[in-house]
């Protein structure tokens, strides 16, 4: 027997008649005796008396009646709340620190005023970190500026970014133009903890040239290499985004690598569904996925690299084999 025979009953013990329970479920009569008959067979009991054209139900039928709202009244609940939930978006987004720090609150500002209803949720970490909470599923996308190692997440390049030299005003190289690379040998860094995307491509740029510096500071808020940078002279390589306040108060001085080796981006990351390896694909019933292209859409508000024109075009050039 299904929910639609037990509404079918309800309606025809309510109203007495089979022709005005056939009305109120926008039924014909005989889908509607043929309902009652159904129940009355399986069951192997009479629910109703027949006298005069008019309807009685029986003892069975009045236990039936009380088992049949209750379980009808439960299935309503279920459809109600399985509804409400399809109807309720949320979506958990993971940044990693210098995202988080110079990005994702805007994003997220234009998020809420676009769609209202989605639910947000943000957690700011590192990258590694950010990348073993999206295969744990503990978060639904991301936005990193470092490198996914995992096969199992697509990460697509949205948001341009480089990272920059930057000292203090109290600093040696506070009153040059150009910087070279000869010129970081033994020098005092603030650099971020082990994990972050930022601290990953410097390590691979003195690597490859064979510099060696002094770890000063290491921390995992760029607002605290920033301060290292300003009060402590240390130096530091860290986004662009990052410094634009300081750099018109005059607070720091950034130098630009003279090649692309310091460009990157910010990556939209999110676990791969099927050959496609999109996030709309084969998941429409993934409530998340209107929230991705949401996060999408307002990323490429972002995308191109500005800085104004009264910062200095001061150069970080390579001079190390």
């Known amino acids: 027997m299904t929910i639609r025979h037990l509404k079918i009953f309800i309606a025809v013990a309510e109203t007495g008649l089979m022709s005005a329970a056939a009305n109120r479920l926008y039924l014909t009569q005989p889908t509607v005796s043929q309902a009652i008959r159904d129940l009355e067979d399986h069951?192997?009991?009479?629910?109703?008396?027949?006298?005069?054209?008019?309807?009685?139900?029986?003892?069975?039928?009045?236990?039936?009646?009380?088992l049949a709202l209750m379980a009808v009244g439960n299935f309503d609940h279920l459809e109600l709340s399985m509804q409400r939930f399809k109807e309720h978006l949320a979506l958990r987004i993971g940044s990693s620190?210098?995202?988080?720090?110079?990005?994702?609150?805007?994003?997220?500002?234009?998020m809420e005023a676009e769609c209202p209803k989605l639910e947000l949720y943000s957690f700011v970490s590192n990258t590694e970190e950010i990348e073993q909470k999206l295969l744990r599923r503990e978060l639904d996308v991301a936005v990193v500026e470092g490198t996914i190692e995992s096969c199992e997440l697509a990460a697509i390049p949205i948001v341009e970014d480089s990272l920059v030299l930057v000292c203090g005003k109290a600093h040696d190289f506070y009153k040059k133009e150009v910087?070279?690379?000869?010129?970081?040998?033994?020098?005092?860094?603030?650099?971020?903890?082990?994990?972050?995307?930022?601290?990953?491509?410097?390590?691979?740029?003195?690597?490859?040239?064979?510099?060696?510096?002094?770890?000063?500071?290491?921390?995992?808020?760029p607002r605290?290499?920033?301060?290292?940078?300003?009060?402590?002279?240390?130096?530091?390589?860290?986004?662009?985004?990052?410094?634009?306040?300081?750099?018109?108060?005059?607070?720091?001085?950034?130098?630009?690598?003279?090649?692309?080796?310091?460009?990157?981006?910010?990556?939209?990351?999110?676990r791969k569904r099927g050959a496609e390896s999109t996030p709309y694909a084969d998941s429409t019933k993934d409530t998340s996925l209107s929230g991705i292209e949401c996060l999408r859409s307002v990323l490429k508000r972002y995308r191109t690299l500005h800085l104004p024109q009264e910062i200095p075009a001061c150069v970080f050039k390579n001079d190390m084999l």
């Open 179 to 221: 910087v070279y690379a000869s010129e970081l040998e033994n020098r005092k860094f603030a650099i971020r903890e082990k994990g972050s995307g930022t601290r990953k491509l410097f390590e691979q740029y003195l690597s490859a040239h064979n510099i060696h510096i002094q770890t000063a500071w290491e921390a995992n808020c």
């Open 224 to 270: 605290t290499i920033l301060n290292a940078v300003i009060y402590n002279n240390a130096l530091a390589v860290m986004s662009q985004r990052l410094v634009k306040h300081e750099c018109m108060h005059h607070a720091v001085k950034i130098f630009r690598y003279e090649t692309s080796e310091w460009d990157r981006h910010f990556k939209l990351v999110y």
């Open 97 to 110: 620190l210098t995202v988080g720090t110079c990005l994702m609150s805007r994003v997220i500002a234009d």
């Open 43 to 66: 069951y192997h009991v009479q629910l109703f008396e027949r006298l005069h054209k008019k309807l009685f139900i029986t003892k069975e039928g009045e236990q039936l009646l009380n």
